[in-house]
T-cell receptor, first 109, second 115 residues
Framework: GIQVEQSPPDLILQEGANSTLRCNFSDSVNNLQWFHQNPWGQLINLFYIPSGTKQNGRLSATTVATERYSLLYISSSQTTDSGVYFCAVEWDSGYALNFGKGTSLLVTP | GAVVSQHPSWVICKSGTSVKIECRSLDFQATTMFWYRQFPKQSLMLMATSNEGSKATYEQGVEKDKFLINHASLTLSTLTVTSAHPEDSSFYIC???????????FGDGTRLSIL
């Protein structure tokens, strides 16, 4: 199956700092999604981004499908941004998402 | 937007009990739903693909007689953990998609604790 690698595995930021999370994948994909898992386990869908760039408030994401990577940018981080960020890919329509191991983010006051 | 509802959110029960978890697509029909399991501090791992009107497809290492999946309608899939034991304690979460080239939507998950 498709391999999904996320970096860094852990990240500690001071409130207000910016950060970039990376997701590399080993093959062409039909779908790529970024999620934020909160302390209660809920998966919050941040972006559906098989290619291109999208922005939503302080978050933005870029996927370069031809080079098989995606980046998630967090600007002006807040303590509520803490949690685990997952990248997940789907190699073809109708298949399950294959998750990376996640980036655990802690934003300190 | 597409909403997936999962119930219950939390279950605590004795060893040997069977537990049923429901996953519903509230505002769309889903011919395929997916069940994942997540152990503490780990990523989500696919357990099985639930297909409406047919047998589920299980990932390698997942016991189909232990984890019974029923996808009887286009809006409901159920996962039954039969004769649950402490090692089955985990976070179970389902997902579904409205149609092709759309994001997958996840339920809020079920935290299962077997005593």
């Amino acid at each position: 199956g498709i391999q999904v690698e996320q970096s860094p595995p852990d990240l500690i930021l001071q409130e207000g700092a910016n950060s970039t999370l990376r997701c590399n994948f080993s093959d062409s994909v039909n779908n790529l999604q970024w999620f934020h898992q909160n302390p209660w386990g809920q998966l919050i869908n941040l972006f559906y981004i098989p290619s291109g760039t999208k922005q939503n408030g302080r978050l933005s994401a870029t996927t370069v499908a031809t080079e098989r990577y995606s980046l998630l940018y967090i600007s002006s981080s807040q303590t509520t941004d803490s949690g685990v960020y997952f990248c997940a890919v789907e190699w073809d329509s109708g298949y399950a998402l294959n998750f990376g191991k996640g980036t655990s983010l802690l934003v300190t006051p | 937007g597409a909403v997936v509802s999962q119930h219950p959110s939390w279950v605590i029960c004795k060893s040997g009990t069977s537990v049923k978890i429901e996953c519903r697509s509230l505002d769309f029909q889903a011919t395929t739903m997916f069940w994942y399991r997540q152990f503490p501090k780990q990523s989500l791992m696919l357990m099985a693909t639930s297909n409406e009107g047919s047998k589920a497809t299980y990932e390698q290492g997942v016991e189909k007689d232990k984890f019974l999946i029923n996808h009887a309608s286009l809006t409901l899939s159920t996962l039954t953990v039969t004769s649950a034991h402490p090692e089955d304690s985990s976070f179970y979460i389902c997902s579904a998609r409205d149609q092709g080239h759309q994001p997958q939507h996840f339920g809020d998950g079920t935290r299962l604790s077997i005593l």
